[in-house]
Protein backbone atom coordinates (compact mmCIF):
# COMPACT_ATOMS: atom_id res chain seq x y z
CA UNK A 1 0.00 0.00 0.00
CA UNK A 2 1.29 3.75 -0.65
CA UNK A 3 2.72 5.00 2.14
CA UNK A 4 4.54 8.40 2.95
CA UNK A 5 6.35 8.33 5.99
CA UNK A 6 7.85 11.56 7.27
CA UNK A 7 11.11 12.52 9.71
CA UNK A 8 10.26 13.50 13.26
CA UNK A 9 9.44 16.74 15.21
CA UNK A 10 11.91 19.36 15.47
CA UNK A 11 13.04 22.24 17.28
CA UNK A 12 14.86 25.11 15.81
CA UNK A 13 15.90 28.83 16.40
CA UNK A 14 15.51 31.47 14.60
CA UNK A 15 17.30 32.14 11.47
CA UNK A 16 18.45 28.97 11.43
CA UNK A 17 17.05 25.64 8.78
CA UNK A 18 15.40 21.96 8.75
CA UNK A 19 15.13 19.83 6.45
CA UNK A 20 12.34 17.34 6.44
CA UNK A 21 11.99 14.00 4.72
CA UNK A 22 9.65 12.21 3.03
CA UNK A 23 10.06 8.29 2.39
CA UNK A 24 7.42 7.22 -0.20
CA UNK A 25 7.04 3.42 -0.47
CA UNK A 26 4.60 0.99 -2.01
CA UNK A 27 4.58 3.23 -5.40
CA UNK A 28 6.98 3.85 -8.49
CA UNK A 29 8.41 6.75 -6.92
CA UNK A 30 9.46 8.94 -9.86
CA UNK A 31 5.60 8.49 -11.71
CA UNK A 32 3.91 10.47 -8.96
CA UNK A 33 4.60 14.51 -8.20
CA UNK A 34 5.65 15.34 -4.53
CA UNK A 35 4.10 18.48 -3.08
CA UNK A 36 4.56 20.02 0.53
CA UNK A 37 2.02 21.52 2.18
CA UNK A 38 2.03 23.69 5.53
CA UNK A 39 -0.38 24.44 8.84
CA UNK A 40 0.09 26.84 11.24
CA UNK A 41 -1.67 26.26 14.74
CA UNK A 42 -5.49 26.52 13.89
CA UNK A 43 -5.06 27.59 10.52
CA UNK A 44 -5.81 26.62 6.84
CA UNK A 45 -3.56 24.54 4.74
CA UNK A 46 -1.26 26.12 2.76
CA UNK A 47 0.56 25.02 -0.62
CA UNK A 48 4.35 25.55 -0.46
CA UNK A 49 5.79 23.68 -3.83
CA UNK A 50 5.96 20.70 -5.79
CA UNK A 51 8.65 18.54 -7.02
CA UNK A 52 8.25 16.40 -10.51
CA UNK A 53 10.29 12.94 -8.82
CA UNK A 54 10.93 11.91 -12.31
CA UNK A 55 13.37 14.52 -13.60
CA UNK A 56 13.50 16.83 -10.44
CA UNK A 57 11.52 19.99 -11.99
CA UNK A 58 10.07 22.33 -8.77
CA UNK A 59 7.71 25.21 -8.58
CA UNK A 60 7.46 26.99 -5.61
CA UNK A 61 4.67 29.23 -4.13
CA UNK A 62 6.07 32.58 -4.67
CA UNK A 63 5.37 33.37 -0.82
CA UNK A 64 8.51 30.68 -0.37
CA UNK A 65 10.69 31.56 -3.35
CA UNK A 66 14.14 31.65 -2.06
CA UNK A 67 13.70 30.44 1.23
CA UNK A 68 12.41 26.92 0.12
CA UNK A 69 14.09 24.21 -1.59
CA UNK A 70 12.32 21.24 -2.28
CA UNK A 71 14.78 17.98 -3.61
CA UNK A 72 14.18 14.40 -3.95
CA UNK A 73 16.62 11.06 -4.00
CA UNK A 74 15.26 8.47 -6.28
CA UNK A 75 17.58 5.78 -4.88
CA UNK A 76 15.68 6.45 -1.61
CA UNK A 77 12.35 7.03 -2.52
CA UNK A 78 12.48 10.08 -0.33
CA UNK A 79 12.12 13.83 -0.94
CA UNK A 80 12.97 16.38 0.72
CA UNK A 81 11.80 19.92 1.89
CA UNK A 82 14.16 22.59 3.51
CA UNK A 83 13.46 25.65 5.24
CA UNK A 84 16.22 28.33 5.47
CA UNK A 85 16.17 31.44 7.48
CA UNK A 86 13.34 30.33 9.77
CA UNK A 87 11.33 32.93 11.79
CA UNK A 88 8.06 32.21 14.25
CA UNK A 89 5.71 32.33 11.59
CA UNK A 90 7.80 29.04 10.12
CA UNK A 91 5.83 27.62 13.54
CA UNK A 92 3.73 24.19 11.65
CA UNK A 93 3.25 20.94 11.04
CA UNK A 94 4.86 20.23 7.41
CA UNK A 95 3.36 17.76 5.30
CA UNK A 96 3.85 15.78 2.01
CA UNK A 97 1.02 15.02 -0.34
CA UNK A 98 1.65 12.68 -3.37
CA UNK A 99 0.05 13.95 -6.51
CA UNK A 100 -2.46 11.07 -8.21
CA UNK A 101 -0.21 11.45 -11.50
CA UNK A 102 2.75 13.26 -12.53
CA UNK A 103 0.60 15.94 -13.48
CA UNK A 104 1.27 18.77 -11.12
CA UNK A 105 -2.53 19.36 -10.76
CA UNK A 106 -3.53 16.22 -9.85
CA UNK A 107 -5.43 15.38 -6.32
CA UNK A 108 -3.25 14.61 -3.55
CA UNK A 109 -4.54 11.34 -2.52
CA UNK A 110 -1.49 10.45 -0.12
CA UNK A 111 -0.62 12.34 3.09
CA UNK A 112 2.56 11.89 5.37
CA UNK A 113 1.37 12.22 8.95
CA UNK A 114 3.07 15.59 9.10
CA UNK A 115 6.35 16.90 11.02
CA UNK A 116 6.07 19.59 13.98
CA UNK A 117 8.49 22.06 13.14
CA UNK A 118 8.73 24.77 16.03
CA UNK A 119 10.49 27.67 15.76
CA UNK A 120 11.79 29.41 19.16
CA UNK A 121 14.48 30.55 21.00
CA UNK B 1 -3.67 34.35 -6.84
CA UNK B 2 -7.14 32.78 -6.61
CA UNK B 3 -8.97 33.23 -3.07
CA UNK B 4 -10.81 30.30 -2.15
CA UNK B 5 -14.08 31.18 0.66
CA UNK B 6 -15.49 28.44 1.85
CA UNK B 7 -18.96 28.89 3.61
CA UNK B 8 -20.27 28.64 6.49
CA UNK B 9 -17.03 28.69 8.57
CA UNK B 10 -18.55 26.32 11.22
CA UNK B 11 -21.42 24.58 11.24
CA UNK B 12 -23.41 22.45 13.81
CA UNK B 13 -25.40 19.30 13.10
CA UNK B 14 -26.77 16.42 14.54
CA UNK B 15 -26.47 12.71 12.82
CA UNK B 16 -28.49 11.61 9.72
CA UNK B 17 -28.88 15.52 8.88
CA UNK B 18 -28.11 16.62 5.59
CA UNK B 19 -25.06 19.28 5.25
CA UNK B 20 -24.20 21.54 2.36
CA UNK B 21 -20.72 23.39 2.07
CA UNK B 22 -20.15 25.79 -0.68
CA UNK B 23 -16.71 27.30 -1.47
CA UNK B 24 -16.14 29.96 -4.33
CA UNK B 25 -12.98 30.81 -5.91
CA UNK B 26 -12.55 34.34 -6.90
CA UNK B 27 -12.18 33.44 -10.68
CA UNK B 28 -13.06 30.34 -12.80
CA UNK B 29 -11.26 27.43 -12.06
CA UNK B 30 -12.88 24.81 -14.64
CA UNK B 31 -13.91 21.83 -12.18
CA UNK B 32 -10.23 21.61 -10.76
CA UNK B 33 -11.27 21.76 -7.45
CA UNK B 34 -10.87 19.03 -4.71
CA UNK B 35 -12.47 18.39 -1.18
CA UNK B 36 -10.55 17.34 1.75
CA UNK B 37 -11.67 16.28 4.85
CA UNK B 38 -9.01 16.59 8.25
CA UNK B 39 -9.45 15.76 12.03
CA UNK B 40 -7.46 17.03 14.55
CA UNK B 41 -3.75 15.72 14.40
CA UNK B 42 -4.09 14.06 11.53
CA UNK B 43 -3.50 14.50 7.56
CA UNK B 44 -6.08 15.68 5.00
CA UNK B 45 -8.06 13.29 3.51
CA UNK B 46 -8.78 13.31 0.13
CA UNK B 47 -12.65 12.83 -0.52
CA UNK B 48 -13.69 14.86 -3.77
CA UNK B 49 -11.68 15.34 -6.62
CA UNK B 50 -12.40 17.23 -10.49
CA UNK B 51 -15.19 18.78 -8.33
CA UNK B 52 -17.68 15.80 -8.61
CA UNK B 53 -15.24 12.49 -8.46
CA UNK B 54 -15.50 10.65 -5.60
CA UNK B 55 -12.08 9.47 -4.51
CA UNK B 56 -11.65 5.70 -4.48
CA UNK B 57 -12.99 4.42 -0.20
CA UNK B 58 -14.85 7.21 0.29
CA UNK B 59 -18.37 6.47 1.36
CA UNK B 60 -21.24 7.79 -1.04
CA UNK B 61 -22.78 9.40 0.91
CA UNK B 62 -20.33 12.19 -0.38
CA UNK B 63 -20.36 13.55 -3.49
CA UNK B 64 -19.55 17.04 -4.59
CA UNK B 65 -20.97 19.56 -7.64
CA UNK B 66 -19.96 22.85 -9.60
CA UNK B 67 -17.50 24.06 -12.11
CA UNK B 68 -16.29 27.88 -12.84
CA UNK B 69 -16.42 29.37 -9.47
CA UNK B 70 -18.76 27.73 -7.25
CA UNK B 71 -19.13 24.52 -5.84
CA UNK B 72 -20.50 22.18 -2.98
CA UNK B 73 -19.62 19.47 -1.25
CA UNK B 74 -22.76 17.61 0.22
CA UNK B 75 -22.74 14.97 2.91
CA UNK B 76 -26.24 13.02 2.46
CA UNK B 77 -26.94 11.44 5.74
CA UNK B 78 -24.35 12.97 8.37
CA UNK B 79 -22.05 9.42 10.25
CA UNK B 80 -20.86 10.38 13.79
CA UNK B 81 -17.10 10.30 12.00
CA UNK B 82 -18.36 13.21 9.84
CA UNK B 83 -17.53 15.61 12.38
CA UNK B 84 -14.51 17.53 11.05
CA UNK B 85 -13.02 20.38 8.88
CA UNK B 86 -13.21 20.33 5.31
CA UNK B 87 -11.29 22.17 3.23
CA UNK B 88 -11.70 23.16 -0.72
CA UNK B 89 -8.65 23.38 -2.81
CA UNK B 90 -7.83 24.34 -6.34
CA UNK B 91 -5.43 23.44 -9.01
CA UNK B 92 -6.32 25.27 -11.48
CA UNK B 93 -3.63 27.86 -11.20
CA UNK B 94 0.30 27.26 -10.63
CA UNK B 95 -0.44 28.79 -7.23
CA UNK B 96 -2.39 26.15 -5.17
CA UNK B 97 -4.90 27.35 -2.87
CA UNK B 98 -7.00 26.42 -0.09
CA UNK B 99 -10.29 27.35 1.43
CA UNK B 100 -10.48 28.59 5.36
CA UNK B 101 -11.58 25.17 6.26
CA UNK B 102 -15.24 24.39 7.29
CA UNK B 103 -15.26 23.22 11.05
CA UNK B 104 -18.45 20.54 11.19
CA UNK B 105 -19.70 19.95 14.71
CA UNK B 106 -21.87 17.79 16.52
CA UNK B 107 -25.35 19.87 17.66
Known amino acids: QVQLVQSGAEVKEPGASVKVSCKASGYTFTSYTIHWVRQAPGQRLEWMGWINAANGDTYYSQKFQGRVTITRDTSASTAYMEVSSLRSEDTAVYYC??????????????WGQGALVTVSS | DIQMTQSPSSLSASVGDRVTITCRAS??????LNWFQQKPGKAPNLLIY???SLQSGVPSRFSGSGSGTDFTLTISSLQPEDFATYYCQQSYSTLITFGQGTRLEIK
Open chain 2, 27 to 32: QSISSY
Open chain 1, 97 to 110: ARGDSNNWQSAFGY
Open chain 2, 50 to 52: AAS
